[in-house]
């Protein structure tokens, strides 16, 4: 029973335009969402987050997007750089009523930037 | 100057065999965590220690065994491996509180059961 999921296990984009990586959750408990980023054969890195009690988070050219209604948050990266090739990995976890830091992944989306 | 360091990289153990992976960070994290990426590449979290206390054990087989000597370090240790063990295992860690979800992974350490 998976929570969290991407279904999309690819994306190819031309460098310059925008990226739209999407994840669906079940669990309504979820109240913070992640996304992290991973290289081959390194470990994932953090790249943003966003709480539940808001719609948007922006960093640079990433913003994620949280709809709670359809239990779903997209990653908007503008504009697409080739380095911003590798895969993307959503996670959800609950942290208001007790916060351990576990995290749920979706199983990822490799993002691949055309120069 | 690694933030989560993780040995051996690649381990590679036939089947029974009881085999150890070692998990450091100088981040001054006073959490740790241990994950298994597995063939689908859902990664799924095993165990967290803070401060040395265990806070998170997921159904796990008790075949595998963290240990946390320290607040800087966990190690896990697998005993009777098993075929279906084979998996990138990666370490992480991260400060408690607020800072739980932001956490650092380190390299992972692909092992291969056969």
């Known amino acids: 029973d998976q929570q969290v999921k991407q279904n999309s296990p690819s994306l190819s984009v031309q460098e310059g335009r925008i990226s739209i990586l999407n994840c669906d959750y079940t669990?309504?408990?979820?109240?913070?969402f992640l996304w992290y980023k991973k290289y081959p054969a390194e470990g994932p890195t953090f790249l943003i987050s966003i709480s539940s009690i808001k719609d948007k988070n922006e960093d640079g050219r990433f913003t994620v997007f949280l709809n709670k209604s359809a239990k779903h948050l997209s990653l908007h990266i503008v504009p697409s750089q080739p380095g911003d090739s590798a895969v993307y990995f959503c996670a959800a976890s609950v942290v208001r009523s007790s916060n351990t830091g576990k995290l749920i992944f979706g199983q990822g989306t490799t993002l691949q930037v055309k120069p | 100057d690694t933030a989560v360091s993780q040995t051996p990289k690649y381990l590679v153990t036939q089947m029974g065999n009881d085999k150890s992976i070692k998990c450091e960070q100088n981040l001054g994290h006073d959490t740790m965590y241990w994950y298994k990426q597995d063939s689908k590449k859902f990664l799924k979290i095993m165990f967290s220690y803070n401060n040395k206390e265990l806070i998170i054990n997921e159904t796990v087989p008790n075949r595998f065994s963290p240990k946390s000597p320290d607040k800087a370090h966990l190690n896990l240790h697998i005993n009777s491996l098993e075929l279906g063990d084979s998996a990138v295992y990666f370490c992480?860690?991260?400060?408690?509180?607020?800072?739980?979800?932001?956490?650092?992974f380190g390299p992972g350490t692909r092992l291969t059961v056969l």
């Open positions: 669990n309504s408990m979820f109240d913070y």
């Open positions: 992480a860690s991260s400060l408690a509180g607020a800072h739980y979800n932001e956490q650092f």
